[in-house]
């Protein structure tokens, strides 16, 4: 039984505030990746071009990310992003974006990873998200999808389709009032759960995250942290350590998904001291439990009413 995760491997160019970076290594599927591996192996599926270095797909091997479903595109440019954030380190305008390999990408999953119980959706075109679904002779136990708004811009009606064959949404807040054309969250998170998925989680960067199901909201935070370096890739941290944990555990209840998304905002935390994904190339089984601890303490309190 495994986890599969699908996801754009790409490589970016970003700016904040603070400085920029040249060409690095990016894209939601190879955060998602590092990060999950931290808790169980991984089954990676998506495309680069000849241009992608083979050492970093290598490091990927090294950490038990299987890449049988990784396609290289000899000829062809990986997947490119360029992005720039404002001076809150929130809130980042897309540069520029050029498909290249993901353009006509079509995934293969490989018959070894047809005993997957649960499914990452990274942010991927939703076509190629929902023929990794289609595939799947077995449905797996659990499926989470993250999306973005560049995907609801040019393809909404494919966006919904694949929206509505998953259990867990993520998106963060601006998009999710994309979607449902509502500014309020909480009917944003009424809408989306009416397009299929039981669950949604909504991202609200350094503010924390909002995990809904029927009529129960739970939050989380984030860790306060005295230096954000680089935002990029939270998102798919987050939804790295949230997968990680339930395909660890695996238990699918609202009670662990609630233990999911502070193991998923714990991750995030170290994903945004450094640039790319350099931090998490760091990180052992020690740092993250001291970090864990810290979110512990972080919302710890006792109340006594009378
Ligand atoms: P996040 O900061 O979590 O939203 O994710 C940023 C990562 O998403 C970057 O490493 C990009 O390479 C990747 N990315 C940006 N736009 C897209 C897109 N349209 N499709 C797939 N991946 C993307």
Not at 30 to 44: D, E, H, L, R
Not at 225 to 248: K, N, S
């Amino acid at each position: 039984m495994s986890l599969v995760v699908v996801g754009s491997m790409a490589f970016d160019a970003i700016e904040t505030p603070f400085g920029k970076s040249d060409r690095i290594i990016g894209g939601a599927g190879t955060y998602i990746a590092w990060c999950a591996s931290n808790f169980t192996p991984v089954k990676q599926i998506s495309v680069v071009g000849g241009d992608f270095p083979q050492s970093e797909l290598d490091e990927l091997a090294n950490r038990k990310v299987s890449l049988e479903g990784v396609q290289i595109k000899k000829d062809e440019k990986t997947f490119f992003w360029s992005g720039r954030y404002h001076m809150d380190m929130n809130t980042r305008d897309t540069l520029d974006t050029q498909l290249n390999v993901l353009e006509n990408f079509q995934p293969v999953v490989p018959d070894s990873y047809q005993d997957c119980e649960f499914l990452m959706l990274g942010n991927l075109v939703p076509a190629v998200q929902r023929s990794v679904i289609e595939q799947l002779k077995t449905r797996p136990k659990l499926i989470v999808m993250d999306t973005m708004n560049f995907w609801m811009e040019i393809a909404m009606d494919e966006l919904k389709k694949t929206i509505s064959m998953v259990d867990v949404l993520m998106v963060n807040d601006s998009e999710a009032r994309q979607l449902s054309g509502d500014f309020s969250l909480v009917r944003a998170a009424a809408t989306i759960m009416k397009m299929g998925p039981k669950y949604l989680i909504i991202k609200k960067g350094e503010h924390g995250a909002l995990l809904f199901y029927e009529d129960k909201v739970f939050f989380a935070p984030a860790l306060p942290l005295e230096d954000v370096f680089d935002p990029t890739g939270a998102g798919d941290t987050f939804a790295g350590g949230f997968i990680g944990h339930i395909a660890r555990t695996k238990d699918i209840s609202f009670e662990n998904m609630k233990t999911a998304i502070i193991v998923g905002s714990a991750m995030a935390s170290f994903c945004v001291e450094k640039f790319g994904t350099a931090r998490l190339r760091e990180i052992n089984k020690a740092d993250i439990s001291a970090r864990l601890d810290e979110f512990v303490q972080l919302v710890n309190f006792d109340i006594n009413l009378v």
